[in-house]
């Protein structure tokens, strides 16, 4: 079960204000690589130095491969891209290279994963977000 909790919001774009209350989900901790190595070595034949190496390398191969302008789709897991913009120019030729920033690492799930996000069950919860 994944927790949440339920926050106030008020609308103030209409001639009124409009409070509308929302589900926000609540993390229960974070995951790091040595423990995800951890469980993984446990349902294979790699030993949880091998995994952990693999995932570091991953991250390091995703990074080459980024930063030369490709995408990386990862069979059940999903496809990440690169996110860039630069202001605006009166002009194409103003718009040059080092006017253009990356601006984040997008990432759009694999069918697999969705069908998994469409069974997640929630359960309400006092506690406070983490931060």
Do not use: W
């Not at 995932?55 to 990440?80: D, N, R």
Request: charged fraction near 25%; proline fraction near 2%; include cysteine.
């Amino acid at each position: 079960m994944y927790s949440y909790v339920v926050r106030k919001k008020v609308n103030k774009s209409g001639s009124e204000e409009e409070i509308r209350y929302h589900g926000i989900p609540v993390t229960s901790g974070q995951i790091g690589v040595s423990q995800m190595a951890e469980v993984i070595s446990e349902r294979c034949s790699l030993t949880h130095a091998d995994v952990e190496a693999s995932v570091i390398a991953l991250g390091e191969v995703m990074q080459e491969f980024l930063s030369k302008g490709h995408t990386v789709y990862l069979k059940g897991i999903g496809l990440f891209s690169v996110s860039a913009s630069s202001k605006g120019f009166s002009t194409a030729k103003e718009c040059t290279p080092s006017k253009v920033k990356a601006k984040r690492i997008c990432f759009k799930a694999d069918k697999y994963m969705k069908v998994f996000m469409g069974k997640i069950k929630f359960i309400r919860t006092k506690r406070a977000p983490q931060k």
